[in-house]
């Protein structure tokens, strides 16, 4: 085998199917069972309530990557240019 070259299995971009039964019977499961899960969550406290639907939403939306963002400075910006000269000996 080749260092670094792919000989086998899935190619790139070609789906796993046990990934994709599976995501599809949980699809389905959570389909047949929505009355019931409202049912439970009107049953929860508020706070309880909020914490569970934001917990069941990371099924469903996608996770965002928090970013950092440095302001940009005020006014005007002070440059200083420095002149260093060699003496020649």
Do not use: W
């Not at 099924?59 to 420095?82: D, H, S, Y």
């Amino acid at each position: 085998m080749a260092q670094g070259i792919k000989t086998g299995g899935r190619t790139k971009g070609t789906p796993n199917k046990i990934t994709t039964e599976i995501r599809e019977r949980y699809s389905q499961l959570v389909n047949d069972n929505l009355e019931q899960l409202q049912t439970d969550l009107d049953s929860l406290e508020p706070k309880d309530r909020i914490r569970c639907i934001i917990e069941l939403s990371k099924f469903v939306l996608p996770t965002l990557k928090a970013i950092e963002q440095t302001p940009e400075p005020q006014g005007k910006i002070k440059i200083i240019r420095q002149v260093i000269h060699s003496n020649p000996q």
